[in-house]
């Protein structure tokens, strides 16, 4: 479900998101419309909430892995059947995005599964704790902050 976000300052509608998906920056941004500053809400900001603990889970990517076999054997399986009510040219062409799609989930699975068995997702996500501990040095963006009602911590500052 995505929610609309609108300027705190002018109510324009500046964008749509999903809630769940979270992205590593500064939480800061100016409103095109009116330029007041407001806290993006698809913003984490790491080294305020430190790194959450389900980007070192594996499950979702094995589930991705399981839809991906999924999906290749029924692209297989329709690949021999002759399928009523589709047009003889597009008999081929669904089996054939199924077993594409089922490669491309079980590919990008197997990659993030081995980032976080190899710690090479957790050196990616110390580079983006380093990021965001640099942004706390600016003091203009830690002044953003706090008219915004975010506190920094005395010790992330210096
Ligand atoms: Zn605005």
């Given at each position: 479900m995505s929610v609309e976000f609108h300027c705190?300052?002018?109510?324009?509608?500046l964008f749509e998101y999903e809630p769940r998906m979270r992205k590593y920056g500064p939480l800061t941004e100016d409103c095109k419309s009116c330029g007041k500053t407001y806290i993006?809400?698809?913003?984490?900001?790491l080294s305020l909430?430190?790194?959450?603990?389900?980007?070192?889970?594996?499950s979702p990517y094995v589930f991705i892995l399981v839809i991906g076999a999924f999906l290749i054997w029924r692209g297989w399986y329709m690949l021999g059947m002759y399928q009523l009510g589709v047009p003889g040219p597009m008999q081929k062409f669904l089996p054939v995005v199924f077993i594409i799609l089922g490669i491309v989930a079980i590919l990008a699975s197997i990659y993030e599964i081995i980032m976080i068995k190899t710690g090479g997702k957790a050196k990616k996500m110390q580079k983006l704790m380093e990021e965001s501990r640099q942004r706390m040095k600016n003091h203009a963006y830690v002044e953003k902050l706090k008219d915004l009602g975010i506190e920094v911590p005395e010790e992330l500052r210096q």
């Open positions: 705190p300052s002018c109510g324009k509608k993006d809400p698809r913003r984490v900001e909430t430190g790194i959450p603990a389900d980007e070192y889970k594996m």
